[in-house]
T-cell receptor
């Protein structure tokens, strides 16, 4: 079955440092989505990427979708304490969303 | 609040008992998902509905789990003969699958503890 892998599992950074999480699917995706989950909360949608090679930006966040539509990345520039949480990618294939295991971001003030 | 609503928020049950959870999606959303999440893990896909049709059920899901979505509105997830390994957060999400946009909105979840 379809699998979505995400690395690293944890990232502990100093406030102001950059952060990147990588996502890789075992199958070609129709689109990929990114979600953020704060401690004790539920996943909240951040963005969806559809096109091969697509790059989207949201303020300090940059999302990329690979050319083969099997991998993706999320990069945060100059992290802030408000960025703390777990970031999940979710691959959409055959009309269901399969989530990666997430990357937990901790930010030292 | 017109978001996804899940009830109950917490459920403690004895091993062997049956439990049922309810999810009310955003009203115009045609797609509904059930996920299970344990500490430190990503949401694990259980099943999903397109309107009232259950289109797929995870192979990891035992026959003790069943879900329904009568009339394509709210959904219920039932777990029969609960086991301690069923303890987890059960998340429901809905989306308006229109064209390529499949953004999912999650409810707050039902936390199940089997003792």
């Amino acid at each position: 079955g379809q699998q979505v892998m995400q690395i690293p599992q944890y990232q502990h950074v100093q406030e102001g440092e950059d952060f990147t999480t990588y996502c890789n699917s075992s199958t070609t995706l129709s689109n990929i989505q990114w979600y953020k989950q704060r401690p004790g909360g539920h996943p909240v949608f951040l963005i969806q990427l559809v096109k091969s090679g697509e790059v989207k930006k949201q303020k300090r966040l940059t999302f990329q979708f690979g050319e083969a539509k099997k991998n993706s990345s999320l990069h945060i520039t100059a992290t802030q304490t408000t960025d703390v949480g777990t970031y999940f990618c979710a691959g959409d294939s055959s009309y269901k969303l399969i989530f990666g295991s997430g990357t937990r971001l901790l930010v030292r003030p | 609040d017109t978001g996804v609503s899940q009830n109950p928020r917490h459920k403690i049950t004895k091993r062997g008992q049956n439990v049922t959870f309810r999810c009310d999606p955003i009203s115009e959303h045609n797609r509904l998902y059930w996920y299970r999440q344990t500490l430190g893990q990503g949401p694990e896909f259980l099943t999903y509905f397109q309107n009232e049709a259950q289109l797929e059920k995870s192979r990891l899901l035992s026959d003790r789990f069943s879900a329904e979505r009568p009339k394509g509105s709210f959904s219920t997830l039932e777990i029969q003969r609960t086991e301690q390994g069923d303890s987890a957060m059960y998340l429901c999400a809905s989306s308006l699958a229109l064209g390529r946009n499949t953004e999912a909105f999650f409810g707050q979840g039902t936390r199940l503890t089997v003792v």
